[in-house]
């Protein structure tokens, strides 16, 4: 049954256990206007409708009417794990379930899709449990033969993930069923030497190791989390041959930085937090919290988007960060959001959720265009003037599908449960970690937020249920990227930095009570390490938690490769409501540089080690626009990172 406004939402993605040694619990959240909640009602009234007819298109249904027996014809898609676009477009129809259609789109409708294809799943299962329609279609039910690339149980965590989803969001049991009949089909088959399971492997793509240790969450049973923990440790001992790529190179307790496939890593680490808070295993959170400060630390781009190279959709070296080579896959970004959640459950600490924040309106966000029918798999920080552009997943232009279809659903599934990442509790109080127009709630504390964020930087907070005559805490994240706060309570204010990321603010609160955040949002330069050669003399244009980029639809007469920002003169804000769906624009001078006429080759010869001074070219106003907005008008060049000279 929908909810109402006033019904807190079912649990989400991550529900933990009663023994979690976690620092903070998720707290609900209803997100009523504002920023987030239009490109969550676009994603309900456009994105995930259109779901079941382009899985069908692709063939994907088909698949699970051709296991089932129920059609007749062959195989169709590219690839062994076709059935996870059909388990994530699952999970986010139940998540958008479980707070109503939020859209045109009535409830109902909505409901009988997902019941229909839940039916296809079911059927397509076998008596064992097992279930992959390539496998049992194509490789004749040869079975984990291929754990490097087969994804058969890739596709499971997939399947799990979804059934949660749907059992938490609707209490029905069909999907839940399924799920734990592969879980114990797996569970019958793998395990350590010694332990007469006749598979001691791990999958080329990690992914159920997360969604078992959800499954024990579910369902209460231990084995599911000891499977999970099974599968993390085993990585790293060559049973993949040894590979970075699947995260076989190394034992994820002994590595020092991120590597290989980087949504594998993700996913991966995601996986090994969610034991961490479940086990207490202080090994396995040390390992984490380290990855986590190396990969931000030298592997992450400015929008934080993760992932270097298209060849093997994988990390770099450290500091290696191209720009219209950066791979970022939108998927890569989802699991950043998802791995990073996890840790700031496990540790309280703020800066996870400072990441969250850069990933979800810069990296994450640029993945759907703004109507929410056109999807980027890649997302490079630079297309140059010129760029030819072949199509295909890795394509610099929006694609309405992918042959490769991981990303959109994945985009579905996280903007649909959105309000399960925004704030958390604990025993003394409530912790806001990211700012929207709703309500936030836990254990007998609520409150109003009412906020224009990330165009303006006013917060206010309104106290609407609170126990009484006992004091607690509401903490409010002070972003990392901000200079400047003041925070304003009855006759208190607040504009000392904070060291740990937490403005903490203590007291017996009654109902009425008011809290006034004022975040700084004055447009700002970055300049990266200068270790990062890709943009060694750049600085790249910010405001608030939002990345900035030029583009060709805004800078006529010539294309973005002889620009140069000058970084002496002031950053104007002007907001547009006509551009881009409503944007808050940065306007910044600059000039064009000519071109000189090197014939026909493009070096010149200098006797200082010093390229020879441009001549300065003429001024030009330079109009930034969000990140997150490119690619929403005329193909055309972009660029994140903008040359001084």
């Not at 972003?479 to 208190?492: I, K, M, S, T």
């Not at 000058?566 to 064009?592: E, F, I, N, Q, S």
Request: charge should be negative; aromatic fraction near 8%.
């Amino acid at each position: 049954m929908p909810r109402t406004r006033s019904t807190p939402p079912a649990p989400g993605p991550v529900r933990l256990g009663p023994e979690a040694r976690a620092a903070l619990r998720p707290a609900a959240v209803g997100i009523d206007t504002g920023f987030w909640h239009n490109r969550r009602t676009t994603n309900a009234r456009v994105s995930i409708p259109q779901g079941p007819g382009l899985l069908e298109s692709a063939g994907n249904l088909h698949n699970l009417r051709l296991a089932a027996g129920t059609a007749e014809g062959e195989f169709q898609g590219a690839y062994p794990f076709v059935d996870t676009d059909v388990y994530k477009w699952l999970e986010a129809a139940s998540w958008q379930l479980s707070h109503g259609p939020d859209g045109d789109e009535p409830a109902g409708e909505l409901a009988d899709e997902v019941a229909r294809i839940v039916a296809l799943v079911a059927d397509a299962q076998q008596s064992d449990g097992y279930l992959n329609t390539w496998f049992q279609l194509v490789k004749e039910g040869r079975r984990y033969e291929d754990l490097r690339w087969g994804h058969e149980l890739y596709c499971a965590g997939h399947l799990i993930q979804a059934a949660v989803a749907h059992h938490r969001a609707t209490g029905r049991p069909e999907l839940l069923d399924v799920a734990v009949g592969f879980a114990d089909h797996i569970d019958s088959v793998f395990g350590p030497p010694g332990s007469g399971r006749p598979i001691d492997g791990i999958d080329g793509h990690p992914e159920v190791e997360t969604a078992l240790v959800e499954l024990y969450r579910e369902t209460g049973e231990r084995r599911y989390l000891d499977l999970a923990g099974y599968f993390v440790d085993r990585y790293g001992h060559g049973l993949l041959g040894g590979e970075a790529y699947c995260q076989d190179r190394v034992p994820l307790r002994e590595a020092t930085n991120v590597e290989g496939h980087a949504v594998r890593q993700l996913y991966l680490l995601a996986g090994a937090a969610d034991l961490a808070t479940e086990t207490g295993d202080a090994e396995l959170r040390a390992a984490a919290e380290r990855l986590w400060r190396a990969m931000t630390a030298t592997k992450t781009h400015l929008t934080g988007g993760l992932g270097a190279h298209h060849d093997e959709e994988d990390f770099g070296d450290p500091y290696e960060l191209p720009n219209e080579r950066a791979y970022c896959e939108t998927c890569a970004a989802i699991a950043s959001v998802q791995w990073s959640w996890r840790m700031a459950l496990l540790t309280g600490e703020a800066r996870y959720s400072d990441l969250i924040e850069r990933t979800l309106y810069n990296g994450f966000l640029a993945g759907v265009s703004l109507d929410g029918e056109r999807w980027l798999y890649v997302n490079p920080l630079q297309v140059r003037d010129g760029h030819t552009d072949t199509g295909g997943d890795q394509s610099a232009r929006r694609t309405r599908w992918f042959r490769c279809a991981c990303c959109p659903p994945n985009v579905m599934r996280l903007l649909a449960s959105l309000e399960h990442y925004l704030a958390t509790s604990d025993d003394t109080g409530l912790q806001i970690h990211q700012y929207v127009t709703g309500r936030y709630c836990a254990e007998g504390v609520a409150v109003r937020a009412e906020t224009e964020y990330p165009w303006h930087g006013t917060v206010r907070l309104t106290v609407e249920e609170t126990p009484a005559e006992r004091a607690w805490t509401l903490s409010l994240r002070i972003p990392q990227w901000c200079r400047e706060f003041r925070v304003r309570c009855g006759e208190q204010t607040y504009d000392t930095p904070v060291s740990d990321g937490w403005l903490r603010l203590e007291r017996t609160w009654a109902p009425g009570d008011e809290v006034v955040l004022e975040l700084g949002l004055a447009p700002r330069l970055t300049a990266a390490d200068p270790r990062v050669d890709a943009v060694r003399g750049c600085v790249a244009i910010e405001r608030g938690p939002l990345v900035y980029c030029l583009e060709q639809a805004d800078h006529p007469g010539g294309g973005l490769d002889d620009l140069v920002l000058d970084p002496t003169r002031p950053l104007a804000v002007k907001h547009r409501p006509d551009l881009l769906g409503g944007v808050t624009t940065v306007v910044a001078a600059g000039r064009r540089r000519p071109v000189p006429d090197r014939g026909w080759w493009p070096y010149t010869p200098t006797d200082t080690g010093q390229a020879p001074e441009p001549d300065a070219g003429d001024p030009v106003e330079l109009t930034a626009v969000p990140y997150y907005a490119w690619a929403n008008r005329e193909d055309g060049s972009m660029r994140v990172w903008l040359p001084l000279s």
